[in-house]
């Protein structure tokens, strides 16, 4: 306590508070859980000073004060309003000592917000800070599928791959570009191939953008291609139809990517940089004894890694 969230805009921050709060009331129906904007408790703290709508300053204090859990979405434009600040800072006061749960938002952490008082600062940092990262590949799959099966929507797995490897920023402009390439689909009467939504994410995705060669991209294309998941190339199965691609994957993230061995090792379930050593020169080796199945296989992946 305090509970401190920061994102990117779009990875679903608020989404995310009103669903503790439900998830809060959910257990304990007599909770008092209040849910509030950075500027909404900026203007209903101007109303109360200029006492507007008889909105008295004590029941401002008394609204702010009195609850089980206050989530406050958006704490960053709060930023140079010093008189905010000083009415936050003794609403986080009464609401800590009193024991009761702080929830914050921002798109920043507290370290990064320019301008925030110190002893506010302080305090975000008492707690437990978390961040809400960009979805990575595998996400970004599972996003546009769920977003495709609730809209009832039939399109091709090549298309859900070419948004997916594209739209990286954020679950708002993931939903938009599957959304804008439908619309395009029924508006001309066309298929929705990968053509069609070229043509219709144009102006979102630059044919000169090269697109950013990444461990999870790796993982993800060697799957595809010996038709296994990325979850079986990260466990722990051991069979040689899963080990060998796993090892392939070590290859590629070391040679393509440069990812570092500790690093390779993270993004396949935990593996010993022991291990990932052993997976490479296994397939250096290999190369080197001119497996032509192996050199074959490599060229047709680093194809389809090689930026587009």
């Known amino acids: 306590n305090p509970l401190f969230i920061y994102g990117g805009v779009g990875l679903g921050k608020t989404h995310l508070m009103h669903s503790i709060g439900h998830f809060i009331l959910k257990n304990n129906p007599n909770a008092k859980v209040l849910y509030v904007t950075s500027e909404k408790f900026t203007n209903e703290l101007i109303d109360a000073i200029r006492n507007k709508n008889n909105f008295s300053p004590t029941e401002f204090r008394d609204k702010y004060r009195t609850n089980d859990v206050l989530l406050i979405d958006d704490i960053q434009f709060i930023i140079g309003k010093e008189s905010t600040q000083e009415e936050f800072f003794h609403t986080f006061n009464a609401l800590y000592e009193s024991k009761k749960q702080i929830i914050i938002s921002s798109d920043k952490p507290p370290k990064e917000i320019e301008t925030l008082e110190e002893r506010l600062r302080s305090r975000f940092e008492w707690g437990l800070t978390v961040d809400i990262q960009s979805p990575d590949y595998e996400t970004r799959m599972a996003i546009l599928r769920k977003k495709e099966e609730m809209e009832g929507y039939n399109i091709d797995n090549e298309v859900i791959k070419y ?3 594209n ?9 938009g570009a ?4 439908v619309a395009l689909s029924r508006l001309d009467n066309k298929e929705i191939t990968v053509e069609l939504a070229e043509e219709a994410l144009k102006d979102i995705i630059s044919p000169n953008d090269k697109r950013e060669v990444t461990p999870e991209l790796v993982i993800q294309v060697v799957a595809d291609h010996y038709g296994i998941t990325p979850l079986d ?3 722990q199965k051991r069979n ?7 090892q392939i994957v070590m290859y590629l993230c070391r040679e393509i990517v440069g990812t570092p061995l500790q690093s390779i090792g993270k993004y396949l379930g935990g593996r010993d940089h022991t291990t990932i050593i052993h997976g490479i020169e296994k397939i250096k080796a290999d190369v080197v004894k001119n497996d032509s199945n192996l050199i074959n296989t490599l060229d047709i992946l680093k194809k389809k890694l090689s930026p587009q």
């Open 163 to 165: 948004i997916a490897t």
């Open 240 to 246: 040689k139809e899963i080990v060998y691609p796993r």
């Open 167 to 175: 739209i990286k920023s954020n679950i708002r402009e993931l939903e």
């Open 178 to 181: 599957l959304t804008k390439i």
């Open 233 to 235: 190339i990260c466990s």
